[in-house]
């Protein structure tokens, strides 16, 4: 039996709904191998409001990580939350020194609830170290918004104005991530191969159960590239795999609500339309 070996190169999240804890049950619903270079500890204060508290791991424990985790082979690569240059520069020579093709890139910039910048450095790190490097790039609005210097973006032509200046810094293919917060009436994400724009759509899941499902979808992506999908068919099987997991969100204490990420193999997924725009 022959197993493809995914690599997320991402942040512990102690709450276990996002981060490499996503990643890693992402992965096995797809039947990918999955292992992490963990960069980030984030924890969560419940006694001050779910504040976040994150703690860096030095780039030297990074880099003992890669030394293990590429020495197996590696069929696809994804990252999450770098939070700072030298770690985005770290990941990037990973990614280099891999020789991997199969990479996405969660340009991740806040913590969930939080609304500034981790650190505003990193932005331009990411252009520079790892957009060039990504097959597919998959940031929700703010992140676009901030790759693409185009700040909010509010409408469906303002996602592919950002998607084209994306594209144009190097990433081959870019998803932009729109989901419930769009003004408008389906949960939409937009597909850009640097020639066609393609909405994917399903009907919006009216919760705040939604923890996690950034990564989720950029995992399931890379999942789905290390086991030879085209880029189109990963993105595609990923939306319907975090619809289906927003879809059965649940509540884990009064503060977040993760995304199931099991659900689409008990329950199966909403229906996903696609429409070139």
């Known amino acids: 039996m022959t197993i493809k070996k995914t690599l997320t190169i991402a942040g512990s999240d102690t709450s276990g709904g996002a981060g490499i804890q996503a990643d890693l049950k992402t992965f096995q619903e797809h039947g990918t191998y999955g292992m992490n270079i963990l960069t980030v500890i984030a924890t969560m204060d419940p006694d001050n409001g779910w504040s976040h508290g994150v703690f860096s791991l030095p780039v030297d424990e990074i880099k003992r ?14 990252t999450g939350m770098l939070s700072t240059e030298e770690i985005i520069e770290t990941a990037g020579d990973i990614i280099e020194q891999s020789g991997v093709k199969n990479v996405v890139i969660d340009p991740v ?19 520079e170290f790892l957009l060039p490097r990504a097959l597919v790039v998959t940031p929700n609005l703010f992140e676009a918004g901030q790759l693409s210097g185009l700040g909010a ?36 994400d ?17 919760t705040t159960y939604n923890h996690g499902a950034g990564c989720t979808f950029a995992a399931a992506v890379t999942a789905n590239l290390a086991n030879g999908f ?13 619809s289906a997991a927003i879809a059965h969100g649940w509540k884990l204490n009064q503060y977040v609500g993760p995304v199931l990420h099991g659900a689409k193999g008990k ?11």
Do not use: R, W
């Open 109 to 127: 910039m806040v913590c969930k609830g939080e609304d500034e910048v981790l650190n505003p450095g990193t932005v331009d790190a990411m252009i």
């Open 190 to 206: 937009l597909f850009y191969d640097g020639q066609t724009h393609t909405l994917l759509e399903t009907v919006k899941t009216d």
């Open 65 to 78: 990580q890669a030394k293990t985790a590429l020495s197996t082979g590696i069929d696809s690569i994804k």
């Open 230 to 242: 085209t880029v189109a068919d990963a993105v595609f099987e990923a939306k319907e795999f975090v």
């Open 153 to 188: 973006l509010k409408t469906i032509e303002d996602m592919k104005a950002a998607a084209e200046k994306i594209y144009a810094l190097g990433a081959k293919n870019v998803v932009i991530k729109g989901g419930k917060q769009l003004t408008h009436e389906k949960a939409v």
């Open 267 to 277: 329950f199966g997924a909403p229906e996903v339309t696609t429409t070139t725009v």
